[in-house]
């Protein structure tokens, strides 16, 4: 069986171009996988070796510029989304990433705050950093609201109501 794969010809992609990629000539295999690599031009006019395999199955579309590409739009996507939220009276804590916009299911009017039917308990969420730090339960809203300012003032330094002021001003 192993000699019959040694023995298989390699299909000649010279010239073939996969997404950003047209392929130059044949580079040799790979001591890893055994795979075909190719020597490819890309259309911002790097050269790279691709495994065949990859470049085959549209695993590999570029040198590496459209990844930078699709970043550089990303972050121009939020810029953007971040000068709609500003008119739409939302605010992000962009020192933090925090996001401080109500959500559409949540009834209580707070963020962070909302209340569970199945412990009758009304419960104070914040997440910081990727942890939660807050997860507090209890029976009337105005305790749980509070609980919820006390965290945003002690992690972020301010209070919701504070930062959507100070985005509308």
């Excluded at 006019?45 to 990859?54: A, P, S």
């Excluded at 910081?128 to 509070?146: E, M, W």
């Amino acid at each position: 069986m192993i000699e019959r794969m040694t023995k298989m010809k390699r299909v000649d992609m010279t010239g073939r171009t996969f997404a950003r990629l047209t392929v130059l000539k044949y580079a040799g295999n790979d001591p890893h996988t055994g795979n075909a690599q190719w020597l490819c031009q890309c259309v911002c006019g790097r050269q790279v070796v691709v495994d065949g395999y990859r470049l085959r199955k549209g695993m590999t579309r570029s040198c590496g510029c459209l990844r930078s590409e699709v970043a550089r739009r990303s972050i121009m996507h939020n810029e953007a989304t971040r000068a709609q939220m500003q008119t739409k009276n939302c605010t992000e804590d962009i020192r933090f990433g925090i996001m401080m916009t109500r959500r559409r299911s949540n009834h209580s009017g707070v963020v962070g705050v909302c209340y569970d039917k199945k412990t009758d308990m009304w419960v104070a969420r914040m997440m910081y950093k990727g942890k939660l730090v807050l997860n507090q339960r209890s029976k009337d809203f105005d305790t749980a609201r509070r609980a919820r300012m006390a965290a945003e003032i002690e992690y972020l330094g301010r209070t919701q109501s504070d930062a959507l002021e100070q985005a509308i001003s």
